[in-house]
């Protein structure tokens, strides 16, 4: 199974940009698709955005044209770089990592906040 850790999360204001990190250990990380969540309070975990191991990324029309998916294999990290954050852009952020016929892999997660 995939060990994942992320880091970046934190207080912002609207308007505001956070990036966050997920490094990767236990596995050949170039093959997974990786892919950020998020839940609120509330409400069901939702996909964020997500990029596949050829490089293919996906968004939630609620955050495509603000955030950006990246990984670098070298380093065995995805990156979600958030830009405009919006209030409802608060919860909980987490890092997936899935390959086809074997269990998915999360991380803890990391909370993002974005008040005035």
């Known amino acids: 199974q995939v060990q994942l850790v992320e880091s970046g999360g934190g207080l912002v204001r609207p308007g505001g940009s956070l990036r966050l990190s997920c490094a990767a250990s236990g596995t050949i990380f170039s093959i997974y698709t990786m892919g950020w969540y998020r839940q609120a309070p509330g409400k069901q975990r939702e996909l964020v955005a997500a990029?596949?191991?050829?490089?293919?990324?996906n968004y939630a029309d609620s955050v495509k044209d603000r955030f950006t998916i990246s990984r670098d294999n070298a380093k065995n990290t995805v990156y979600l770089q958030m830009n405009s954050l919006k209030p409802e852009d608060t919860a909980v952020y987490y890092c997936n990592a899935h390959l086809a016929l074997l269990r998915d892999s999360w991380g803890q997660g990391t909370q993002v906040t974005v008040s005035s």
């Open positions: 990029v596949t191991s050829r490089g293919s990324t």
